[in-house]
């Protein structure tokens, strides 16, 4: 079954008085997903997680519960909960509100998936930069345990612990890579590790570790609170459920969207009131920099996972980045070259030097400075980089430029002789009067 309305879920306290507080999050059904759970066996848990079709919402979109299910039996010693709060990817927005409007449905799925995988000690490695929201968590955590909702003595019979510590990283974008923030949080410096073995075998301090989100955490308690069918109700078939639908850009009102998975851009931007007064839509992308642009032709693509991948795009983050006639396409991804070849860990060859030529390039051709060979250059490189990197950081950053010259070829050869801002003046794309002011 498919839906086009919105369905506030996760976002529903939102517009509560202080719905950050445990009260208002109790006032509206909160913890009693985690009161349902001690009543279930954890295996019964993961199943139920597995049967309402959840994949993760960090963009991968991997099963959720069958994730949870690759952990190894216990074997006596300790095995980890690692939410991935490390939200860093240009026009990725979704985590972080939840966060600050919402913390106690993290926190409530937190418990739920370490009591479900067997953990004790779980850990929300989140980005430092956003202190507000450092601190939030660190209050709810607080709330939690002082309300007896974690700490010692859960559970059905009173034997079950559990610890929820709130890390702070130190802001890199290649911590996003599960692998790589389990090396940061270990204290280390944060590069992605050689798989296998994979977190689920050897993850935190070596031991079996989940790696989720925070979105796709923060959903559990819904799920086990109203069943999986009730999840199954929304979305489309092989992608269930609701997720937040993040548009940016060139759009009357910008904002999170919480609606069903198969939901159309179309119906998005139709919500959020069209593209800006007086232009008309260009291009955009599905799931922030690291996806395929895609453009107007492919509004009405549903989106779910299946549907934008065969569409030659993926469905990552759903960060809907939008852009109108006045964007240079080669503006935009000579700034997303910058940032990638920027959050390069440098540990491979191929993304190390990849971005860094990729970037000269782009530079190049933004500044109408271009060589005749320069985008069949462009391509090369970047097809050197795509599936041959260490980790995704190199095939997200061959996308934008490979996507980009396959779209807009154009205006790339226009850079061999005319600067991107006479083509497109920046003033012309500007959202705020005050940019370009004399």
Known sequence: MSTTQLTPVLSDPWDAERSWTLDTYRSRGGYEGLAKAFTMAPADIVDTVKASGLRGRGGAGFPTGLKWSFLPPADGGPRYLVVNADESEPGACKDIPLMMANPHALIEGVAIT???????????????????????????????????????????????????????????????EETALLDSLEGRRGQPRLKPPFPAVAGLYARPTVVNNVESVASVPTIIRGGAEWFTSMGTEKSAGHGFFSLSGHVTRPGQYEAPLGITMRELLDMAGGVRAGHRLKFWVPGG??????????????????????????LGTRSL?????????????????????????????????GTYWMKQVMHRLEAGKGLPSDIDLL????????????CA?????????????????????????????????????????????R
């Open 379 to 390: 391509l090369d490189v970047s097809a050197n980089i795509a599936g041959r990197s260490f």
């Open 114 to 176: 370490s009591y479900a995988i067997g953990g004790h000690h779980a850990f929300i490695y989140l980005r430092g930069e956003v202190v507000h929201v450092y601190r939030r968590l660190l209050a709810a955590v607080r709330e939690a345990r002082e309300a007896g909702l974690i700490g010692k003595g859960l559970g059905p019979n009173g034997d079950y612990d559990l610890e929820i510590t709130v890390h702070a990283g130190a802001g890199a974008y290649i911590c996003g």
């Open 289 to 314: 920099s690291s996806t395929p642009i895609l453009t107007e032709e492919h509004l009405d693509v549903p989106l779910d996972y299946d549907s934008v991948g065969a569409a030659g795009s993926m």
């Open 321 to 353: 980045m939008v852009f109108d006639e006045t964007v240079s396409v080669v503006r935009v991804v000579s700034r997303w070259t910058d940032f990638y070849q920027h959050e390069s860990c440098g540990k491979c060859t191929p993304c190390r030097e």
């Open 393 to 437: 950081l190199g095939d997200a950053s061959a996308v934008p430029i490979q996507s980009g010259i396959k779209h807009f070829r154009a205006e790339f050869e226009a850079g061999t002789h005319t600067p991107a801002s006479e083509l497109f003046p920046y003033e012309a794309s500007a959202l705020f009067s005050e940019v370009g002011a």
